[in-house]
């Protein structure tokens, strides 16, 4: 008895020995390349086609097959899904009578590797580490009681069941019909793992809390055969994690994918930011290939817009506190990538909220609008935009089967219209606008109802009233504008124009404004306004030319015709400025008027000014001076500086006292009337460029009371009064016979002169006064202000003495206008 026991426990411990060799040695040689083809045969009659690499029996996990590839076909083409070890459940019992019956498979923190793009030997791959899983595998189907691994950061858990129909196809056969199916389906995995591929991209730019990663819970239930008809529920949650800049601080997702009704249900997004909330909701009716979706939200959309789509302009609004939408509509999935503009692939409606913001440098105080788009239709409706200069209402809408109606607003703006020139592309409407200023005492009021073929301004034509008051064009000071005006693209026809500034008022019945070639057009222009302030704020060039002219009270000036308001710099063609009109002025009240460097007072002033052919002319102008008349005509060839002109200026009985006042700084009386005319061009801020001619004729007045020749005037007569007498006498003599008394001529003075290089040369002056006669020539430089004259003159009637032997003197002047120095060059006595 002792011997058998011995005998019995010999034989356990040799069979736990060789039980124990089996097992070290199935778990590191593994079984034979047999054992494996029985599980992969058990795998393929279940319709389920793998490679095993290696098949080894763990001591505590039982059967382990290792490195398993699953394959889409029998002929194993198309890989599937590749794992490093995976569980089988099976009874040793059934091993050793190789009955190879697998129901379970196991997977513990097993790596995993999918191919995104299955058949394709160089498809990119999916890892995914720690996958753990328990699947029941049946011949008709594939429950997946448990399966979790985390995927870009965020921890996934699914569970739920496939089924298939029972499949009898030998591993290197299969039938066309077959074959197709397997395409179709290979198709479809392709497809959707494309989508996983676009998701995990998407998530590996998110950063997660390592300590708490996002959540994902997957149920799912459906037919291999048929993975389209897939019912899925979807559960996501999130906290406190970041794409770029933007924080989120709750993601939560509710979603359904029913493949029976064929449709993916999106129950509820909810994301919370330090912002605010967005709760967004969506269906989506796979057939009919388009999205619904609601959605509301108090987030911070602009910086979440930014953190998906990496695009500069929308850095271009920055909203000081979040904005409020709500919005509801479709989204077409078929022409997702086909957004062109005006095309955009939805239909919706909403409403959009904000309070202040800023775009481009420029901050606004709110916003409010209510919208709607269709495909290339929009419309937007109650557009409120607030700022701190006031308020601009709109009404907007588009549609291309309107033709050239396609664009169609009615606005109201009560705002300082300049704010918006950081959104205006075009550089004339920019200089445009620029010209106009407004402050805090201005007020503007502008009313507009128009059309265009599309949301350019140049093809809108425009209709509307607009009333401004305390503003400014080109930095001069309006009191008040107020007009109706009718736009074509560029040019703006503005009628029944009234404006206003302190001293009088301008109207039109028509002006017209063509922005690009900055021209202005009048008819029936009547002011009573300052005139050159009127033409400085249209055309700077253009009152340049007429500012020699300064008048103490406005004229009244009537006006017609065309006004080109570009300056010089701007053409550098050199072309003459367009300018077509006439312009005729009035007035009651003097007006002063520069003329040889000093400033003549003229009373009743009245002309016409004409431009045309890149000239300007002054004609028919005429005004009282001194009790007489003064006539002007001016014409130049250019309105811009250093332009050369031309011109002549007359005066008739003109007080010369006057005359000497003005220009001499002296009491002096000469009396007499001044009358002549001077004909003379140059270039303008060039004296010396200035030549001309003319004659002047005093009557009944003092030439030598002129303050250049009044001191030859004392030296004249007092060498005539120290000639000595005529002799007594002489005793036996003839009588001397004095010559009979002759009538006095009238004082007076005629000379004629040509000017050139700024000296005025005088010829043929002659003259008398009371006592004298006398002529004279000579040069005045008006550069350096100084004379070089000849002057000689006789004695009229000296007692005693023939005509033929009355004496003569010659003087000689030279030195500054203001003080010459006339000494004696001669004396003829008899």
């Known amino acids: 008895m002792r011997i058998i026991r011995r005998v019995f426990l010999i034989l356990t411990l040799l069979l736990v020995g060789v039980a124990i060799w089996l097992g070290v040695y199935a778990q590191r040689k593994g079984f034979t390349r047999t054992w494996r083809e029985l599980v992969e045969a058990e795998f393929a009659d279940r319709g389920y086609y793998v490679d095993i690499e290696k098949l080894t029996l763990g001591p505590f996990q039982g059967l382990v097959a290792e490195k398993v590839r699953f394959f889409q076909d029998p002929q194993r083409r198309r890989e599937l899904v590749y794992v490093d070890n995976v569980i089988l459940d099976l009874d040793l019992t059934d091993i050793l009578n190789r009955d190879l019956s697998v129901n379970t498979l196991d997977v513990h923190d097993a790596k995993l590797t999918l191919p995104l793009t299955p058949g394709r030997r160089d498809s990119e791959l999916l890892m995914v580490e720690g996958f753990s899983a328990r699947l029941v595998v049946t011949e008709s189907q594939i429950e997946v009681v448990r399966a979790q691994a985390e995927v870009a950061g965020v921890a996934v858990s699914m569970k739920g069941s496939l089924y298939r129909p029972p499949r009898n196809v030998k591993p290197t056969e299969a039938t066309e019909a077959e074959l197709a199916e397997q395409k179709r389906q290979l198709k479809e995995i392709r497809r959707r793992l494309d989508r996983v591929q676009r998701v995990i991209a998407e998530l590996e730019t998110f950063s997660f809390s390592p300590g708490d990663p996002p959540r994902l ?219 106009w200023q407004f402050d805090e005492s201005s007020a503007v009021y502008f009313a507009a109802l128009g059309s265009g073929a599309t949301i350019d301004p140049d093809t809108w034509s425009t209709r509307g009233v607009i009333d401004l008051r305390q503003f400014r064009r080109q930095n001069i000071p309006f009191d008040h504008l107020e007009t109706e005006f009718d736009s074509r693209g560029r040019v703006h026809q503005l009628s029944n124009l009234r404006v206003e500034r302190p001293e009088g008022v301008l109207t039109a019945a028509l002006v017209k404004h063509d922005v690009e070639a900055r021209t202005w057009e009048t008819e029936g222009l009547e002011s009573t306004m300052d005139l050159f302030a009127t033409i400085r704020a249209v055309a700077p060039s253009l009152a340049k030319s007429l500012t020699d002219i300064q008048f103490s009270q406005p004229p009244l000036v009537k006006m017609n015709g065309l006004v080109d308001s570009r300056e010089a710099s701007e053409d550098p063609t050199g072309e003459p400025a367009l300018h077509d009109f006439e312009l005729s002025f009035s007035s009651d009240q003097p007006v002063s008027f520069d003329f040889l460097g000093r400033s003549l007072p003229l009373e009743q002033p009245s002309g016409i000014v004409r431009a045309a052919n890149g000239k300007i002319r002054l004609t028919e102008f005429q005004a009282q001076l001194f009790g007489g008349k003064a006539t002007a005509t001016f014409e130049t060839d250019r309105i811009e500086t250093d332009r050369r002109y031309t011109a002549t200026i007359g005066a008739e009985k003109v007080a010369f006292d006057d005359l000497i006042r003005t220009y001499g700084a002296s009491e002096r009386k000469g009396g007499g009337q001044w009358s002549g005319e001077m004909r003379f061009g140059g270039q303008l801020g ?145």
Request: no cysteine.
């Open 217 to 435: 819970e997957i149920d799912f239930a459906g037919d291999l055969a048929d993975l389209a008809h897939l019912h899925a529920d979807v559960r996501l949650a999130a906290k406190k994690f970041k794409r770029g800049p933007y924080a989120i601080e709750d993601l939560a997702v509710l979603a359904e994918y029913d493949g029976a009704g064929q449709r993916g249900i999106l129950k509820e997004l909810y994301l919370r930011d330090a912002s605010g909330e967005l709760r967004l909701r969506g269906e989506w009716p796979v057939a009919e290939r388009k999205i619904d979706f609601e959605m509301e939200s108090s987030a911070d959309l602009p910086a979440l817009a930014a953190a998906i789509w990496q695009n500069p302009k929308l850095g271009e609004v920055v909203f000081f506190s979040p904005p409020k939408l709500q919005m509801e509509g479709s989204v077409s999935l078929d022409e997702l990538g086909k957004v062109t503009w005006p095309y955009l692939p939805m239909e919706v409606m909403g409403e959009l909220r904000s309070e202040r913001f800023g775009s481009r440098g420029a901050v606004f105080d709110g916003l409010e609008l209510q919208f709607a788009a269709k495909e290339n239709r929009y419309y937007i409706r109650n557009l409120r935009l607030d700022h701190k200069t006031g308020v601009m209402l709109a009404n907007l809408m588009f549609d291309p089967a309107l033709g050239k109606k396609a664009f169609r607003f009615q606005s109201e703006m009560k705002l300082d219209p300049s704010i918006l020139l950081p959104f205006v592309s075009s550089d004339r409407t920019k200089r445009f606008l620029t010209g």
């Open 686 to 830: 060039r004296p010396k460029s200035v030549t001309g001619e003319g004659q002047v004729k005093l009557s009944g007045g003092n030439l030598l009371a002129m303050p250049m020749f009044s001191p030859a005037m004392e030296n004249i007569d007092k060498l005539l009064s120290a000639l000595p007498k005529p002799p007594e006498a002489i005793a036996g003599a003839a009588p001397v016979v004095e010559a009979p008394p002759q009538p006095r001529p009238e004082p007076g003075a005629s000379a004629k002169f040509a000017l050139e290089s700024g000296k005025l040369t005088v010829s043929a002056l002659k003259g008398t006064t009371e006592s004298l006669s006398f002529e004279g020539l000579g040069v005045v430089d008006g550069v350096s202000r100084t004379l070089d004259f000849e002057l000689s003159a006789e004695w009229l009637n000296f007692p005693g003495l023939p005509e033929m032997a009355k004496p003569r003197v010659t003087l000689k002047g030279d030195g500054p206008l203001a003080a010459p120095n006339w000494r004696m060059k001669g004396v003829k006595a008899p």
